[in-house]
């Protein structure tokens, strides 16, 4: 595609990526700050896609978003940089192929991955329908 039509699909990609990552945290960050745009076109110009990028956002909201430690690092600095991209896209990933398991400890079982990233992604559309409305989540 011309450069002009790479940046405008390049500019999208970004808006869906801070757009889900602001749903499912919670957050406001902005699509055109250049920090944060600048990140996400660096993955995908390393060949990863808008899907990669989104399942790392859900995974680790999933694991991150209730712990008041880790809730912080739930920011683009921390998600898409390269020194931790790709791991956290293999651990996502791992997760997402691990069937149930009894927790060894007290016989419970985990929750599944899959069934995590539904929830996160349920949880986004309704924060977007009550955040368009005016309401509260």
Known sequence: ??????????AEAVATVVNYLNSLTGAQYKTTSKTTAGMISARLAQGWTVDD?????????????????????????????????????????????????QNQHNGKITSDPCDTISR????????AEQYAAGGTV
């Open 1 to 10: 595609p011309p450069p002009s039509d790479q940046k405008i699909q390049s």
């Open 120 to 127: 996160a992604s349920r949880f986004a559309e309704r924060f």
């Open 53 to 101: 990028i989104k399942l790392i956002i859900a995974h680790k909201t999933h694991a991150w978003l209730n712990d008041p430690k880790m809730r912080q690092y739930l920011r683009p600095e921390t998600l898409f940089a390269p020194a931790h991209f790709e791991s956290y896209l293999n651990a996502a990933r791992m997760d997402l192929q691990k069937p149930q398991t």
